[in-house]
């Protein structure tokens, strides 16, 4: 599924990754992508620019927040966006922490195209285990061919997590079952 921005989406993504960035800075944390310190202004600005896409594409609100801890990309659903930086790439890299849903996308301001989705814990399969790299963490990278493409029902599914999260709903569901 492809998605535009419009000029005021792609400004407001763009400065939402600078004060990411900014913040990494201050708090002096190391830049997960990228050892040099250029590259990561970018890659901010885009991650951003496709986590506002997919909000736009779902019909979710997407607050942009910054410096709010490990959680959700779009507030209220178990969505986690991820940028593929390469354009090549249509894996959906999936990490040892993950829970919830994983989007991947693709693209460069302000065209994205999302490439599918999967549940955290059906992509950790042994067959998708990437090649293990010295210090850091295993990874699974899903091939596109086994992601989702199924929009309209991660839509439904999402809204309605996010509109139970705005009314307090989702812990009571959650002790009834």
Same mark, same amino acid.
């Given at each position: 599924?492809? #998605?535009r921005?419009?000029?005021?989406?792609? %400004?407001? !993504?763009?400065? #939402? =990754?600078?004060?990411r960035?900014?913040?990494?800075?201050?708090?002096?944390?190391? /830049?997960? #992508?990228?050892?040099?310190?250029?590259?990561?202004?970018?890659?901010?600005?885009?991650?951003?620019?496709?986590?506002?896409?997919?909000?736009?594409?779902?019909?979710?609100?997407? /607050? =942009?927040? %910054?410096?709010?801890?490990?959680?959700?990309?779009?507030?209220?659903?178990?969505?986690?966006?991820?940028?593929?930086?390469?354009?090549?790439?249509?894996?959906?890299? #999936?990490?040892? +922490?993950?829970?919830?849903?994983?989007?991947a996308? +693709?693209?460069?301001?302000?065209?994205?195209?999302?490439?599918?989705?999967?549940?955290?814990?059906?992509?950790? +399969?042994?067959?998708?285990?990437?090649?293990?790299r010295?210090?850091?963490?295993?990874?699974?990278? %899903?091939?596109?061919?086994?992601?989702?493409? /199924?929009?309209?029902?991660? !839509?439904?599914?999402?809204?309605?997590?996010?509109?139970? !999260?705005?009314?307090?709903? =989702?812990?009571?569901? =959650?002790?009834?079952?």
């Open positions: 599924m492809k #998605v921005l419009e000029w005021y989406e792609a %400004v407001t !993504a763009a400065e #939402v =990754g600078i004060r960035e900014l913040n990494a800075r201050r708090k002096g944390s190391p /830049d997960s #992508v990228y050892k040099d310190d250029t590259a990561s202004w970018g890659t901010h600005a885009e991650a951003a620019g496709a986590e506002m896409a997919v909000a736009k594409a779902l019909g979710l609100y997407w /607050d =942009g927040s %910054v410096n709010v801890g490990r959680r959700e990309d779009i507030p209220g659903t178990s969505l986690d966006v991820r940028w593929n930086q390469h354009p090549g790439r249509t894996s959906c890299k #999936v990490k040892p +922490r993950d829970t919830g849903i994983i989007l996308v +693709r693209g460069n301001s302000p065209d994205y195209e999302l490439l599918g989705w999967i549940r955290a814990d059906e992509a950790k +399969r042994a067959e998708w285990l990437a090649p293990p010295l210090d850091y963490p295993p990874i699974w990278l %899903v091939p596109q061919s086994s992601l989702s493409q /199924d929009f309209g029902d991660l !839509a439904r599914q999402l809204r309605n997590l996010a509109s139970q !999260a705005e009314l307090g709903l =989702g812990q009571l569901q =959650g002790s009834r079952q």
